[in-house]
């Protein structure tokens, strides 16, 4: 099973920056597409950033301009460096694979994800 551990999460205010991590255990990665996921309460999971493994990237239009993603297949690390933040990034951020690794649990196709790390931006 897939271990994934986000961190970098913290209080900013609104126009500052933050850099998130993710290490990624017990997957190939180097091979995997990867991306950052951010998700709100009562709203899915959405996927913000996106780097191939060939190097290509892609960004929703929310945060194109203002999000860098990058990886580092020497340490299994993906990097969301995110700049001039707004109160709507306020969320939990989390990294997987897109699509996202799973597991199969009790004859199941389940996601994994990580614990996620909380980004909360204020006016």
């Known amino acids: 099973q897939v271990q994934l551990v986000e961190s970098g999460g913290g209080l900013v205010r609104a126009g500052n920056s933050l850099n998130l991590s993710c290490v990624v255990l017990?997957?190939?990665?180097?091979?995997?597409?990867m991306g950052w996921y951010r998700q709100v309460p009562g709203k899915q999971r959405e996927l913000v950033a996106r780097?191939?493994?060939?190097?290509?990237?892609r960004y929703a239009d929310v945060v194109e301009g203002r999000f860098t993603i990058s990886r580092d297949n020497t340490k299994n690390t993906v990097d969301l460096q995110m700049n001039r933040l707004k109160h709507e990034d306020t969320a939990v951020y989390y990294c997987?694979?897109?699509?996202?690794?799973?597991?199969?649990?009790?004859?199941?196709?389940?996601?994994?994800w990580g614990q996620g790390t909380e980004v909360y931006v204020s006016l």
């Open positions: 017990g997957s190939r990665f180097s091979t995997d597409n």
């Open positions: 780097l191939s493994f060939r190097g290509e990237t």
């Open positions: 997987n694979r897109d699509p996202p690794f799973f597991s199969v649990r009790d004859g199941r196709q389940v996601d994994d």
